[in-house]
T-cell receptor, first 110, second 112 residues
Framework: LAKTTQPISMDSYEGQEVNITCSHN???????ITWYQQFPSQGPRFIIQ???TKVTNEVASLFIPADRKSSTLSLPRVSLSDTAVYYC???????????FGAGTRLTVKP | DGGITQSPKYLFRKEGQNVTLSCEQN?????MYWYRQDPGQGLRLIYY???????QKGDIAEGYSVSREKKESFPLTVTSAQKNPTAFYLC???????????FGPGTRLTVT
């Protein structure tokens, strides 16, 4: 099973770029990497998904090195509303490996 | 208006009673999931279903049961065998397993 490791918490300031790294040393060939954002008392919200290299959408970028043993979620110019818990998931499309870790609690300060 | 709904938002039960949590989606998604979240913790997978009339246990299925008789519905029953049922329960759906999951608003269950 592909296990993920993330920092428990991070602090940042408004307007800064935030990079959250997820370690997944035993990622399998068929595994994808997915990131979610969760606010208190709400369900998580999908941010981005990738397999290798770099993926970018309107809210974030995902960087995956060639060995795929880690990935980095990059949030450009964060605001107070980006304060949330961010989860990294690794798994294949079979669904047999659906696991949310403890996540990273990001606090954005003014 | 497409989405995934859970009801009720808050639920209170006495210990020893079974309780069923509702989850409905009109997104035409094949896969549906149930998660449990305890305070300050991540999500733990209870059950998931990839197609109608089929479902698989997740990491913490003991004390829970599900059914998937219709594509749009995936109710979760918390039985009296679940030792610590008080938690926040989240239902999700996705077009296929492990694709982008869409989450409902959650049901907060309190058992006393």
């Amino acid at each position: 099973l592909a296990k993920t490791t993330q920092p428990i918490s991070m602090d940042s300031y408004e307007g800064q770029e935030v990079n959250i790294t997820c370690s997944h040393n035993n990622i399998a060939t068929n595994d994808y990497i997915t990131w979610y954002q969760q606010f208190p008392s709400q369900g998580p919200r999908f941010i981005i998904q990738g397999y290798k290299t770099k993926v970018t959408n309107e809210v974030a970028s995902l960087f995956i090195p060639a060995d795929r043993k880690s990935s980095t979620l990059s949030l450009p110019r964060v605001s107070l509303s980006d304060t949330a818990v961010y989860y990294c998931l690794v798994g294949d499309m079979s669904g047999d490996d659906m696991r949310f870790g403890a996540g990273t609690r990001l606090t954005v300060k003014p | 208006d497409g989405g995934i709904t859970q009801s009720p938002k808050y639920l209170f039960r006495k210990e020893g009673q079974n309780v069923t949590l509702s989850c409905e989606q009109n997104l035409n998604h094949d896969a549906m999931y149930w998660y449990r979240q305890d305070p300050g913790q991540g999500l733990r997978l209870i059950y998931y279903s990839q197609i109608v009339n089929d479902f698989q246990k997740g990491d913490i299925a003991e004390g829970y049961s599900v059914s998937r008789e219709k594509k749009e519905s995936f109710p979760l029953t918390v039985t009296s065998a679940q030792k610590n049922p008080t938690a926040f329960y989240l239902c999700a759906s996705s077009p296929r397993t492990f694709y982008e999951q869409y989450f409902g608003p959650g049901t907060r269950l309190t058992v006393t």
